[in-house]
């Protein structure tokens, strides 16, 4: 299975953060906003993101729908081998495939546990039942590619359909999954890297509302096709209180003209203006 092609337009970027331990509270998830920083520093943009718990049912469902359009997601966890860990086994159910034992992860996990055994000055034995067990964590739907794991080797994976989405699995363990999805995004998804420079300029708006100004954003997204026009409403800011921040966004060759557009619009309504802000 291979990954999305350059032929394709760019697709969504999701992602899927499993596991009790963050929907219960005990672990503070970290993967979400990383994702976004990882992206975002390619020009790239997170489009959806799920929390999943431990729950075979709910995994094998949430990676039905990540595989049934084309996109691109990247599930954090699960992908261990003891009785918790439901990722892999969930994946072959979402995609219909058996699961086996990949040939270039066993060679890693073994090389890993070779390492293991040399840190601790003792002599590796490839047929203990810990080890043979260690081999599950490579375990996975056939046809699967490898992600290579920088911190101890223990890989990671990819699935693809050919006319649906492209699940990149990774462990729970920022030291490890964050390296990876820097990896798999260079690698496989350049073609897309927005490498030009894009700024955000803005005004703090009190007194409106933002169905008011509905009408106003529509217009200035058709009179500038580049620019992203953005609303973003708060009732408790700790500076301003209840207003809005209504800015435009792109190219900064753009965002001048649009932006004087946007003050223009905004005139007719009489509205008060607090400060312009510039990112």
């Not at 209840?242 to 753009?254: A, D, F, M, N, W």
Request: with cysteine.
């Amino acid at each position: 299975m291979n990954a999305l092609n350059a032929n394709h337009a760019m697709p969504e970027f999701g992602a899927i953060i499993i596991g009790d331990e963050i929907l219960s509270g005990k672990r503070a998830d970290k993967h979400l906003p990383k994702v976004i920083e990882l992206l975002s520093e390619r020009g790239l943009t997170l489009s959806w993101a799920d929390y999943v718990g431990d729950s075979p049912e709910r995994i094998s469902a949430t990676l039905k729908r990540a595989f049934a359009t084309p996109q691109v997601v990247f599930s954090f966890g699960g992908i261990g081998a003891t009785p918790d860990d439901h990722t892999r086994q969930c994946a072959g159910k979402a995609l219909g495939l058996d699961l086996e034992l990949h040939p270039e992860a066993e060679i890693l996990i073994r090389e890993r546990m070779q390492d293991t055994a040399r840190e601790q000055g003792t002599v590796y034995e490839p047929d203990r039942p810990d080890n043979i067990h260690r081999l599950n964590m490579g375990v996975f739907p056939s046809g699967a590619g490898i992600i290579t794991n920088p911190y101890n080797k223990i890989p990671g994976f990819t699935c693809s359909l050919a006319d649906g989405g492209t699940v990149h699995f990774v462990p729970g363990f920022p030291v490890m999954a964050w390296p990876m999805v820097a990896q798999v995004l260079d690698a496989q998804y350049a073609q897309w890297f927005q490498t030009e420079k894009r700024i955000e300029k803005s005004v703090i708006l009190f007194g409106s509302m933002e169905a008011m100004l509905t009408p106003l954003m529509e217009a200035i997204e058709a009179q500038h096709p580049q620019i992203k026009v953005f609303s973003l409403p708060s009732v408790d800011h700790p500076q301003w209180g209840r207003h809005i921040e209504l800015g435009v966004k792109g190219p900064p060759e753009k965002v001048d003209n649009a932006f004087q557009d946007l003050k223009s619009g905004l005139e007719p309504f009489q509205l008060q203006f607090g400060p312009e802000l510039v990112r």
